[in-house]
């Protein structure tokens, strides 16, 4: 069965990196999207951008590019998610999701992961 | 704000119908299909609408999705308290450039 299986808490000092893991199984992992979205504690889904896990390429929300990094290993089916420069505003529970080439149709979600920004 | 708007809450009692809306434009719904995410609390989404009334397997017939312009909706029939969550609309937005979300409703089953 198809699984994403993020990384752990994480918590961090404001202008520090944080970087996020997602781990795929049970499907083929260069035939699919990973997309990333975030959401604050108590707000909606925000998306940050995707990675093409089969090329690499990527695409980055203009509300974080120059600051989010996607990275791939494919001989480990996992994904990775790095920001930068943090800030208290960047507390969220973080998610990755799988994504078929060409749509946005989420069909399979990692469980979250909350990185928490506090001095 | 959200470029899509949502009714932040909806309610209604068990067995019957509700409809959530999602109002967009041109740019977004009015070119691009829509899907609708369930979310519980402390959970990740679950996709339960795709390509504006398409259902992933597993996700029961009382849900379905419209669209019409430049808005569409989630209708849930036979209401049971499991559905109580929080419903997102999501699309691509063409001069954002972006994947883009409702600010989302929460549902309650009175």
């Known amino acids: 069965q198809v699984q994403l299986v993020q990384s752990g808490t994480e918590v961090k000092k404001p202008g520090a990196s944080v970087q996020v893991s997602c781990k795929a199984s049970?499907?083929?992992?260069?035939?699919?999207?990973i997309h990333w979205v975030r959401q604050a504690p108590g707000q909606g889904l925000e998306w940050m951008g995707w990675?093409?896990?089969?090329?690499?390429?990527?695409k980055y929300s203009q509300k974080f590019q120059g600051r989010v990094t996607f990275a791939r290993d494919t001989s480990a089916s996992t994904a990775y998610m790095e920001l930068s420069s943090l800030r208290s505003e960047d507390t969220a529970v973080y998610y990755c999701?799988?994504?078929?080439?060409?749509?946005?149709?989420?069909?399979?979600w990692g469980q979250g992961t909350l990185v928490t920004v506090s001095s | 704000q959200s470029v899509l708007t949502q009714p932040p809450s909806a309610s209604e009692t068990p067995g019957q119908r509700v409809t959530i809306s999602c109002s967009g434009s041109s740019s977004n719904i009015g070119s691009n299909t829509v899907n609708w995410y369930q979310q519980f609390p402390g959970t990740a989404p679950k996709l339960v609408i795709y390509s504006n009334n398409q259902r992933p397997s597993g996700v029961p017939d009382r849900f379905s999705g419209s669209k019409s312009g430049t808005s569409a909706s989630l209708a849930i029939t036979g209401l049971q308290s499991e559905d109580e969550a929080d419903y997102y609309c999501a699309t691509w937005d063409a001069s954002l450039n972006a994947v883009i979300f409702g600010g989302g409703t929460k549902l309650t089953v009175l």
């Open positions: 990675i093409n896990a089969g090329n690499g390429n990527t």
């Open positions: 049970g499907y083929t992992f260069t035939n699919y999207d």
């Open positions: 999701a799988r994504n078929i080439m060409g749509t946005i149709k989420f069909d399979y």
